[in-house]
């Protein structure tokens, strides 16, 4: 069935040095891949995301970048700071065929002052 | 604008009693969805709904789930009896039909412990 692998687990970074978070999918037909970071206490929120037919995406510190022939997606955030301490998903979709958004497990960055 | 909100935000329980969850979606919004998070596991999705109806319910687990979205506004998710291996993190989800794909906002959950 659909799946998607997310690495690593927990990830501790120094503030100010950059966070890599990886991703691999396995449905071809995915089109859409959402990022969602989850701080304490609330619902997963979206910080940026990726459509199939583009590579890379950046936002600020944010980006993300796609390649469509390994199934493969990662996160990058450069310049962290404390605020970035949190659960990041990875995710992937099907968008506009039936919606529903399949998860990875999670990275739990810390960012070490 | 408010956003998705659910009801309780923890629910603690013993096995064999029956729990019901509730989602308010955005308004506006008609579709719905359920995810559950089981301690350490992806957030895996339940069901979707749009307006009152049942789009998608393959992720329901089985027959002790019922969810409900009477007139099409808010939800529920019964879980009846709860067993032990339903504790987790519920989240509601809820989206308008927007192109080019309809962003699904995340309620803050609720933690279901079932003892």
């Known amino acids: 069935g659909e799946n998607v692998e997310q690495h690593p687990s927990t990830l501790s970074v120094q503030e100010g040095d950059s966070a890599v978070i990886k991703c691999t999918y396995s449905d071809s037909a995915s089109n859409y891949f959402p990022w969602y970071k989850q701080e304490l206490g609330k619902g997963p929120q979206l910080i940026i995301d990726?459509?199939?037919?583009?590579g890379e995406k950046k936002d600020q510190r944010i980006a993300v970048t796609l390649n469509k022939t390994a199934k493969h997606f990662s996160l990058h955030i450069t310049e962290t700071q404390p605020e970035d301490s949190a659960v990041y998903f990875c995710a992937a979709s099907r968008m506009n065929r039936d919606d529903k958004i399949i998860f990875g497990k999670g990275t739990r960055l810390h960012i070490l002052p | 604008e408010a956003g998705v909100t659910q009801f309780p935000s923890h629910s603690v329980i013993e096995k064999g009693q029956t729990v019901t969850l509730r989602c308010d979606p955005i308004?506006?919004?008609?579709?719905l969805y359920w995810y559950r998070r089981v301690m350490g596991k992806e957030i895996k999705f339940l069901l979707h709904f749009v307006k009152e109806s049942k789009q998608d319910e393959s992720g329901m687990p089985n027959n002790r789930f019922l969810a409900e979205r009477t007139g099409g506004t808010y939800s529920t998710l019964k879980v009846q009896p709860a067993e032990l291996e339903d504790s987790g993190v519920y989240f509601c989800?809820?989206?308008?039909?927007?192109?080019?794909?309809?962003?699904?906002?995340f309620g803050p959950g609720t933690r279901l412990t079932v003892l």
């Open positions: 990726i459509r199939s037919n583009v």
């Open positions: 308004s506006g919004h008609d579709n």
């Open positions: 989800a809820s989206s308008q039909n927007a192109l080019p794909y309809n962003e699904q906002f």
